[in-house]
């Protein structure tokens, strides 16, 4: 009698749990195949926008895992596991590792929001929070520059992402900004020609945009000119110092005089 008892009761529950985990299985495959379909989909749009390749495995990972949780949700619904608890331990957990991360959780959405609208990529030189730099890597928490003096530097994306960025490379080329000044017994026309020739003979300024020369103040001591040569993005330093030196020695050529401040000079031999 117990032995037919047991199989009784084995009976019954094959009878009552045997559908649902015909169905679990069914649900389980059918979502599994979703999940594999949406990922491909995933990683094909991602691919077609050119969507950074960390990036790209992140957010596979990141759907997949949140898929593959609410499918197996579903799947112990359909097998009479009450979820509703379980569903409130996870919202819980999920909570408490979201006040606990938040600094790395706001770098890392800041990550996500520069990879995906690209306001630089890697090798473009760029000015932000405070720091000048080359783009040496973009992480999904941190971005590391390469400083002018070799220096390296890493950002938080948080911060990087919520803050003024300076592109110097997108556009491709750059105005290099000068200011010389002259005496006020200077010829301006003649100041003029000889700043002129100073940028137009050197190769690596550009001749579309034309370069510059205007008076730009009539200062105490000086009447100081804007000298505004273009050149590439990757010659402007090259422009930058040549011009200055080379300006320096078409002003002492041509006799024009640079003022200085004689009375700091007497005060300091005094």
Not at 35 to 49: D, G, P, V, Y
Not at 58 to 71: A, H
Not at 166 to 186: A, H, K, P, Q, W
Not at 219 to 242: I, L, T
């Amino acid at each position: 009698m117990e032995l037919q008892k047991w199989i009784d009761k084995g009976s019954e529950l094959i009878v009552e749990y045997a559908p649902k985990l015909v169905a679990a299985i069914v649900i389980w495959l059918i979502g599994a195949f979703v999940i594999k379909q949406l990922s491909k989909a995933l990683k094909k749009l991602m691919f077609a926008r050119s969507y950074d390749e960390s990036l790209q495995k992140f957010l596979l990972n990141l759907l997949k895992w949140i898929l593959k949780i609410v499918l197996i949700v579903v799947v112990l619904g359909t097998l009479g596991v009450e979820t509703t608890s379980f569903a409130a331990i996870l919202a819980a957990a999920g909570l408490a590792i979201g006040l606990a991360l938040q600094g790395s959780l706001a770098n890392f959405a800041g990550g996500v929001l520069i990879m995906l609208f690209k306001p630089f990529k890697i090798g473009d030189l760029i000015q932000a929070q405070g720091e000048t730099g080359v783009v040496k890597e973009i992480q999904i928490f941190t971005t590391k520059l390469t400083g002018l003096s070799n220096r390296e530097i890493i950002i938080p994306n948080g911060s990087l992402s919520n803050g003024n960025i300076i592109n110097f490379t997108t556009e491709g080329t750059r105005r290099v900004d000068l200011i010389f000044g002259v005496g006020y017994d200077s010829d301006i026309k003649q100041t003029k020609e000889v700043l002129m020739k100073v940028i137009t003979s050197n190769p690596k300024v550009l001749e579309t945009p034309a370069p510059t020369v205007n008076v730009m103040e009539l200062a105490d001591s000086s009447v100081n000119f804007a000298v505004r040569p273009w050149c590439k993005a990757e010659d402007y330093w090259a422009v930058y110092f040549e011009t200055m030196e080379q300006t320096k020695e078409a002003l002492d050529a041509a006799g024009i005089d640079i003022p200085y401040p004689h009375s700091v000079e007497i005060q300091k031999q005094g």
